[in-house]
């Protein structure tokens, strides 16, 4: 059963930082580029992208220079680092896999953890 589950959100100042984690199970997670969204209204945005193979990433601009996205794939599981935290922040945040196999594209969401921000 194909699982991604993220913690490390909560109440944070503004300028603070969090760490989020996002375990996976059930498929075979260094195979899979994974990426981090964010979604504090109607759509869902991606914040920062790392591929599976090159480790290429992508950040949004919002967070560049702020937020980092590592993966370990001996323990399957992507982190997010974010620093200087901002209001603006405040969402909640989704772990994404997205794999190929056999021309069939495979995409999987965690269930979401809240990142909240102060003023």
């Known amino acids: 059963q194909v699982q991604l589950v993220e913690s490390g959100g909560g109440l944070v100042q503004s300028g603070g930082s969090l760490r989020l984690s996002c375990v996976a199970s059930g498929f075979t997670f260094s195979s899979y580029s994974m990426s981090w969204y964010r979604q504090a209204g109607k759509e869902r945005e991606l914040v920062a992208r790392l591929t599976n193979t090159a480790g290429n990433t992508n950040y949004a601009d919002s967070v560049k220079g702020r937020f980092t996205i590592t993966r370990d794939n001996v323990k399957n599981t992507m982190y997010l680092q974010m620093n200087s935290l901002k209001p603006e922040d405040t969402a909640v945040y989704y772990c994404?896999?997205?794999?190929?196999?056999?021309?069939?594209?495979?995409?999987?969401w965690g269930q979401g953890t809240q990142v909240t921000v102060s003023s």
């Open positions: 994404r896999a997205v794999g190929w196999r056999s021309g069939t594209s495979y995409i999987y």
